[in-house]
């Protein structure tokens, strides 16, 4: 027993003294917490190390700054000034900016204008005509367009317009073709009691109904496109005064009987077709459209067909004009097969024509002259007066040369 308490004895004391215990393993002193409190020792000394790096580097920095602050610098403070003012500008309202679209919304645009603050376009000074986008005039990211300042806020910034700058240019347009007493063309957009509504180059203008050559249904005007002349260009006043008369009586006199003029099919009838020749109603009637006989007008022509057409007459007073494509086919029918034909032969069939009505009228004379025999002339059977006198040359007058028929 005694035996047994000592060997206990010598057991426990082993068991519980340090010095007799296992060694301690790497992963035992990890759990302890040893390698974290050499770990961190040495990241704080690396850490250091670092900071003392960074300080040594923004004190040259600093001195560099207070004793040499363009050393390493590729352009002079000159230039540099420079490069600012060019691309400075003063932000007043009215002041015209070159910029630079990059971007857009259902509203506007928005662009760059090389300010410290933005720029908006809005939609509705896009443009002096009516757009839904600003995309629909080509105002797209990367378009570059010389804008006017219209306003200024903080909250938005530049506002721009183009709207400003298109109306100047369309009025300076307006003035040189009143100056060159242009004809043009221009769309009915409105009517009151006074007159007609009528937009040219984008500006809305007026047609005094005392302008106009022939009375328009009222019903059917909007959208119509007349031939207008100007009266009066009066941006101060915004008073844009046209003329539907002057600009007919222009074309009127050019519309000389036998001529060829290209028009446009407005409007089938049964009994022929309404042709715009340059903002003057003409009728084609349907005998006067083939040789051949045209049961439905419809099978042959259709609204909006280019055509060329001869003058047949022209009623300046009542404003009526009187067309044929019959007379310009080469064989009878060719408007029915061949209408391209009729087109290309077109001036040469109507200078047959011209020489026709010449030579009838010669004949006409000739007659006259048979029963006035102290006039001395003569008639030969190719149509050449000859004379008898003195006062005419012996080869007579060849009336084949004649000018083109005018009314």
């Not at 010095?19 to 040495?42: D, E, H, M, N, W």
Request: aromatic share 6%.
């Amino acid at each position: 027993m005694a035996m047994a308490s000592l060997t206990q004895q010598l057991t426990g004391g082993l068991k519980w003294t340090p010095f007799l215990s296992k060694p301690t393993t790497y992963l035992q002193k990890q759990k302890r917490g040893v390698l974290p409190i050499v770990c961190s020792i040495a990241i704080s000394s690396t850490q250091n190390k670092e900071r003392a790096l960074l300080a040594e580097i923004f004190a040259e920095a600093y001195e560099n700054c207070r004793n040499a602050p363009l050393q390493g610098v590729s352009f002079t403070l000159d230039q540099l000034t420079e490069t600012v003012d060019k691309y400075d500008f003063a932000s007043e309202i009215g002041n015209k900016v070159t910029g630079t679209v990059f971007g857009s919304d259902a509203s506007g645009a928005f662009v760059d204008v090389t300010s410290k603050s933005t720029a908006y376009l809005p939609l509705f000074e896009a443009s002096i005509r009516k757009i839904r986008h600003v995309e629909d005039i080509g105002l797209i990211p990367g378009a570059t367009e010389e804008f006017v300042i219209i306003d200024e806020n903080e909250d938005d910034g530049l506002l721009l317009s183009l709207r400003s700058i298109q109306f100047d240019l369309a009025w300076e347009r307006c003035r040189q073709l009143q100056s060159e007493d242009v004809v043009v063309k221009g769309k009915l957009i409105d009517s009151n009691k006074g007159g007609l509504v009528a937009e040219v180059e984008g500006l809305k203008g007026f047609v005094p109904f005392s302008q106009l050559s022939t009375k328009l249904p009222g019903e059917e005007i909007i959208e119509m496109e007349l031939p207008l002349k100007f009266v009066e260009v009066d941006e101060e006043e915004s008073r844009l005064i046209l003329s539907h008369r002057k600009a007919v009586a222009g074309i009127q006199a050019q519309l000389g009987i036998g001529s060829v003029v290209t028009g446009t099919v407005q409007s089938l009838k049964p009994y022929g077709a309404f042709i715009d020749i340059g903002g003057i109603s003409g009728l084609l009637h349907v005998s006067q459209i083939s040789h051949d006989r045209i049961s439905d007008i419809e099978t042959v022509l259709q609204p909006g067909d280019i055509l060329k057409v001869m003058i047949l007459s022209h009623d300046r007073e009542r404003g009526r004009v009187s067309l044929s494509t019959k007379k310009l086919e080469p064989t009878p029918g060719d408007m029915i097969r061949n209408p391209t034909l009729v087109f290309d032969k077109a001036e040469e069939m109507a200078q047959t024509f011209r020489q026709r009505i010449a030579q009838a009228e010669a004949m006409a004379r000739a007659d006259m002259l048979r029963f006035q025999p102290e006039s001395g002339l003569t008639l030969s059977s190719d149509g050449i007066l000859g004379p008898l006198g003195s006062d005419l040359p012996l080869e007579g007058l060849d009336l084949s040369e004649i000018p083109k028929a005018e009314d």
